[in-house]
Nanobody
Framework: VRLVESGGALVQPGGSLRLSCAAS?????????MGWFRQAPGQEREGVAV???????TYADSVKGRFTASKDNAKNSLHLQMNSLNPEDTAMYYC?????????????????????WGQGTQVTVSS
């Protein structure tokens, strides 16, 4: 299994970015729950958005209304559209997938359910 993130960059406050995650080695990709987590220096890893095995997306309160996660089953990929970025969004962003059939999950406290992780892509929000 391989997850490769892309799209991280330096962006000004108020700007937008679209992160992508290309997945390979996942049989029956449609059934996989996937998510985005982030970790800033000196802070714990934080769940940002997860899409469960039924395709339902949920978000951390800190990003609701600004971030949108989407899963393209035809292309085995995951995306995160991030709008209205602020400095507090600065972090390494990780794509993750779970071999478990997961429903009704929330980003918070769910990292242990995900067994596959990418190497991360850096997002820096600064003027």
């Amino acid at each position: 299994v391989r997850l490769v993130e892309s799209g991280g960059a330096l962006v000004q406050p108020g700007g937008s970015l679209r992160l992508s995650c290309a997945a390979s080695g996942l049989t029956n990709f449609d059934d996989y729950a996937m998510g985005w987590f982030r970790q800033a220096p000196g802070q714990e890893r934080e769940g940002v958005a997860v899409i469960d095995s039924s395709g339902r997306a949920t978000y951390a309160d800190s990003v609701k209304g600004r971030f949108t996660a989407s899963k393209d089953n035809a292309k085995n990929s995951l995306h995160l559209q991030m709008n209205s970025l602020n400095p507090e969004d600065t972090a390494m962003y990780y794509c993750t997938a779970s071999a478990l059939f997961l429903t009704r999950i929330q980003p918070q406290g769910s990292s242990s359910l995900f067994g596959y992780w990418g190497q991360g892509t850096q997002v820096t929000v600064s003027s």
